[in-house]
């Protein structure tokens, strides 16, 4: 089993910045997809972005396209969000998840990833 530990959140004003960090142990996960997600309260979990293991292939959602980056450094077993221009509706706590190489791989969906971290919390003011 994985264990994923998100860091890097915060508060911050609209606008600002973040950079969350997620680091695994346990197992190395260079082979691994890797994704983020957020949940708001009272909302579903929804899909923020996904990275294949390579770093090569990228996934993001419609509402942060443009604004965030994810990114991923396997000599440290680390993936990263750097979210820029951040607005009040982003504000959430953002999981990181990992999927097992082998199998299909759908990255928009939560029920496709095997392991997840305890979140970080991002507030973003108006």
Do not use: H
Request: aromatic letters at 12%; hydrophobic letters at 30%.
């Amino acid at each position: 089993q994985v264990q994923l530990v998100e860091s890097g959140g915060g508060l911050v004003q609209a606008g600002g910045s973040l950079r969350l960090s997620c680091a695994a142990s346990g197992r190395t996960v260079s082979n691994y997809r890797m994704g983020w997600f957020r949940q708001a309260p009272g909302k579903e979990r929804e899909f923020v972005a996904a990275i294949y293991w390579n770093g090569d292939i990228t996934y993001y959602a419609d509402s942060v396209k443009g604004r965030f980056t994810i990114s991923r450094d396997n000599a440290k077993n680390t993936v990263y969000l750097q979210m820029n221009s951040l607005k009040p509706e982003d504000t959430a706590v953002y999981y990181c998840a990992t999927k097992r190489p082998g199998g299909s791989w759908s990255p928009r969906q939560p029920t496709s990833y095997d392991d997840w971290g305890q979140g970080t919390q991002v507030t973003v003011s108006s």
